[in-house]
């Protein structure tokens, strides 16, 4: 296992559309280990593959208090969504930033998992933010992006100066 670098918003490599995994095979099965890692060590309850630069369709996801049960989900895709729901949101690709974002309430989720096996859920709750918010990022797309003009670019700049001291350091 290794854990992997999260980018930062506004890196434009946040912007890539990722491409279907057709193929289930051990890369895969180290791509969502790592993912895992990635994310347990943030520590955060979702990451998008495209979020550590790899344009994949693939999430994983653990919205337990306990932090033992991952969810994974390749080549998500969502139906039926309905309601609307407010939720502040965060994201490790925009860390220190809680903004409140409108989605839908409820969705069913299909999706395969890390062998291809293909299955379906019903979400609600945060399991529905959640997958909505993830899934956005495998189509390029940040929470960010749904705020004022003038947050996006109040948001960039802070992250930007923010990387700037980091790096430098
Ligand atoms: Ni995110």
Do not use: W
Not at 23 to 48: C, H, N, R, S
Not at 140 to 169: P, T
């Amino acid at each position: 296992m290794a854990k992997l670098d999260i980018l930062v918003y506004p890196d434009r490599r946040l912007r890539q559309v990722a491409r279907p995994v057709t193929v289930f095979d051990a890369a895969l099965k180290q791509l969502v280990d790592d993912m895992a890692e990635t994310m347990y060590a943030a520590p955060g309850i979702g990451l998008a593959a495209v979020q550590v630069n790899v344009p994949k369709r693939v999430v994983v996801m653990d919205l337990s208090a306990e932090r033992n049960a991952l969810r994974v989900f390749v080549n998500p895709e969502l139906s039926d969504a309905a309601g609307y729901a407010e939720t502040q949101e965060g994201c490790l690709s925009v860390p220190g930033i809680f903004e409140t974002v409108q989605r839908a309430a409820t969705v069913t989720i299909h999706a395969q998992d890390v062998a291809g096996k293909a299955f379906t859920v019903a979400a609600d709750e945060m399991l529905a933010v959640c997958i909505q918010h993830e899934i956005d990022h495998l189509n390029g797309k940040v929470f960010v992006d749904y705020l004022s003009r003038m947050k996006q670019e109040r948001i960039a700049k802070k992250l930007r100066k923010e990387q700037a001291a980091l790096s430098a350091a």
